[in-house]
């Protein structure tokens, strides 16, 4: 049931993005983010030579009568497109990120996809899957070389290809679990 409704759910995306794509190809036009950082890039551009020529002005007159109308409209106004500017460009910066977060989260998935395809079509995804959940009951079999002081899974590293194993049942007090191939599961669950 989870199946059919996943790809139901994929192909909804699917032709959500496709009719976005066409919506955005339409006409030759800038892309929103760049129209955003023109303007934010302008909106400073002219906004620090107001606050300069208010500034200038107010400066170079003794009276204050003459410098409050360059303060309002060199300074204030000035400073408000500097401040409107940083703030359009603040925005296209994040939209950047947006993307960015989203491109390398769906390389991710599709990541994640390939290796439980890989998986599945071993046969390795449920024997993975059971043992990485759950410790191992206690007739599950293990193995150990002949002198020994650990068990493994019998497709660990540690011995497989080696002709001096044997089968231990995990509940020798001697032996301990092996950390690298984890055969009782506990990294896993103690992870979660």
């Not at 302008?42 to 300069?52: R, S, T």
Request: proline share 5%; with cysteine.
């Amino acid at each position: 049931m989870t199946d059919v409704a996943e790809r139901e759910s994929a192909g909804r995306v699917a032709r959500l993005r496709a009719s976005l794509a066409s919506v955005r190809s339409r006409g030759n036009r800038m892309p929103v983010e760049r129209m955003v950082a023109f303007i934010g890039a302008a909106l400073v551009a002219v906004g620090i030579p107001l606050i300069i020529l208010g500034w200038y002005g107010a400066a170079h007159t003794p009276y204050t009568f003459e410098q409050i109308p360059y303060m309002i409209s060199g300074g204030l106004l000035g400073l408000a497109l500097t401040v409107l500017g940083g703030l359009f460009y603040f925005a296209y910066w994040m939209t950047r990120q947006v993307h960015e977060t989203r491109r390398q989260s769906d390389q991710t998935e599709q990541v994640y996809r390939r290796i439980e395809a890989m998986m599945s079509s071993n046969g390795h995804g449920t024997a993975v899957a059971a043992t990485s959940s759950s410790p191992a009951p206690a007739a599950a079999l293990f193995v150990t070389t002949a002198r020994g002081s650990m068990f493994h899974r019998p497709d660990c590293v540690v011995v497989k290809g080696r002709s001096d194993v044997r089968s231990v049942t995990g509940e020798e007090k001697n032996l301990k679990p092996c950390k690298i191939c984890d055969p009782l599961g506990e990294e896993a669950t103690a992870s979660t």
